[in-house]
């Protein structure tokens, strides 16, 4: 069942009318009934459906007409024919013309009330597509994006000048610095807008499935490939494709986006013929993927290739100007969301989140205002409302030991890195390029804990 799909059932039979609109009101549907053209028309002038059930046959014309009035005025509701025997030819056509699928009288009821729900499904997506594809232009305008900070201004001119063009661009930043936002907008102010943003987390999977995902794969090419499948790129085909954490990628994959950047060419996996794609590649990384490729984690060729016009995003604790406008409109949009009654921030609270040093940088700000729309009880948000450790201003950094012996500067660049990731052991890995399990081992190696854990242990002796 889809919440609030309404559906208009149109055919002379009013016994038939009845069994249907039953059947459909017990599966969860409102339903509205039209037993004549004039009657249909008149009903779709007054309402939007999701899915018409359409008779060809009408006393006083034909469903085609129906379906003619649909395309023009709703485009999205999807149409059922029902054909009795002898009018199969022009129920084919119907589907020619854009109706979703026929039915032959008499009536599989079961039949008929899953393809209603497929019908339901498939005029949802377009719906929501629709809405993207409008919001979008919105969303991704740049002087909606918060950029009072200089580094943020300097940002925004940087996508100003790339947008226009078909060039790769690589966005370097902190997790939750916004370059899903930025990817976003370099795609809506490009000539490719009206083509599809298609998103890979290169993080999120195993080499092989991500090699699947980004180049699709044949029928049989592994267990549980029971049918073709398309790929990222083959999807983003005329659009924008978005690599997401690329610097997670393995060689192996690493050489394949390679040859697909520069031949334009993809094979799925387990096949043989060569694919054409035309994307555009925007990539994004919180690695040092210079550091990587001097280390040889990443290739030479394909940083090359992605670092065409690389855009640095600044962490949130190095634009501070942004932190007050930022919550301001988190604010605004979880109120709205939440149908929540608009409460200022208290002097203390807009104190608190900009001294706050946001080591998870904007994703950290934004679960904050949520959870205080949430939850704060008062006609006003306090800084215990936000939730956030009253850390103060960001530690100064540890002096740097004045020696060359290896265990004391291992040590040290471990706890500048857990100081600077807010003690958050997964950040602090990527800080210094080592696996979490890697980080673990080293901690209890040279005996480094949380500073609160080592209070308590002190109180407790």
Same mark, same amino acid.
């Given at each position: ?12 039979d ?19 009934q039209?037993?004549?053209l004039?009657?249909a028309?008149?009903?779709?002038q007054e309402?939007v459906?999701q ?20 395309q023009?005025h709703?485009p ?26 026929y039915?032959?009288?008499?009536l ?32 991704y ?9 200089e580094?943020m ?5 940087q996508?100003?000048?790339?947008a ?7 966005? @370097?930043?902190?997790t939750?610095t ?26 999120a ?14 029928k ?20 924008t ?18 040859r ?11 096949g043989?013929?060569?694919i054409?794609v ?32 690389p ?5 949130l ?37 900009v ?6 940088n904007?994703?950290?700000l ?36 004045? @020696?060359?012996?290896?265990a004391?500067?291992?040590r ?10 807010d ?10 390029g ?8 080293k ?7 949380h ?11």
């Amino acid at each position: 069942m889809t919440v609030g799909s309404h559906i208009l059932v149109v055919d002379d039979d009013a016994d038939l009318r009845r069994v249907l609109t039953q059947a459909l009101e017990m599966d969860g549907h409102q339903v509205s009934q039209a037993g004549d053209l004039a009657r249909a028309l008149a009903l779709l002038q007054e309402h939007v459906f999701q899915v018409v059930l359409c008779d060809l046959r009408l006393p006083d014309g034909s469903g085609m007409e129906v379906l003619g009035y649909l395309q023009e005025h709703s485009p999205h509701t999807e149409v059922i024919v029902i054909t009795g025997f002898g009018t199969v030819d022009t129920a084919v056509e119907a589907m020619r013309r854009g109706a979703f699928d026929y039915h032959q009288k008499p009536l599989n009821l079961e039949h008929l009330l899953l393809t209603v729900n497929r019908a339901l499904e498939k005029a949802t997506l377009r719906h929501a597509l629709d809405y993207l594809r409008h919001e979008q232009p919105y969303l991704y305008q740049l002087e909606h994006i918060v950029a009072v900070s200089e580094g943020m201004r300097r940002v925004i001119k940087q996508v100003a000048r790339v947008a226009p063009t078909d060039v790769t661009v690589l966005l @370097t930043g902190e997790t939750g610095t916004g370059k899903s936002l930025i990817a976003g907008a370099i795609h809506a102010n490009s000539p490719r807008r009206d083509g599809t943003l298609v998103t890979v987390n290169c993080a999120a999977l195993t080499e092989t499935l991500l090699e699947s995902e980004l180049f699709g794969h044949e029928k049989g090419a592994f267990t549980g490939a029971h049918k073709a499948r398309a790929g990222r790129f083959q999807q983003a085909h005329g659009g924008t494709l978005f690599l997401d954490e690329v610097g997670d990628m393995s060689p192996a994959t690493q050489a394949k986006v390679l040859r697909a950047i520069e031949e334009k060419v993809i094979q799925r996996v387990g096949g043989t013929r060569s694919i054409h794609v035309d994307v555009r590649i925007i990539a994004a990384t919180n690695r040092d993927l210079a550091r990587a490729v001097e280390e040889g984690r990443f290739r030479r060729d394909l940083y090359y290739r992605l670092n065409v016009a690389p855009i640095h995003l600044p962490p949130l604790r190095e634009r501070r100007e942004d932190i007050l406008p930022l919550a301001e409109r988190f604010l605004q949009a979880f109120c709205r969301q939440t149908g929540s009654p608009l409460r200022p921030f208290s002097p203390e609270a807009r104190q608190r989140l900009v001294e706050h040093p946001w080591p998870g940088n904007i994703r950290e700000l934004r679960n904050a205002v949520e959870r205080a729309v949430l939850f704060a009880p008062g006609p006003e948000i306090t800084p215990e409302d936000l939730g956030l450790e009253d850390k103060g201003s960001p530690a100064e950094p540890l002096p740097v030991p004045d @020696t060359l012996e290896l265990a004391k500067l291992e040590r040290w660049a471990i706890e500048t890195a857990l100081a600077r990731s807010d003690w958050v052991q997964s950040r602090a890995a990527r800080l210094l390029g080592i696996s979490p399990r890697a980080l673990s081992y080293k901690l209890d190696k040279l005996g480094i804990h949380h500073p609160r854990l080592d209070a308590r242990r002190r109180r407790r002796g």
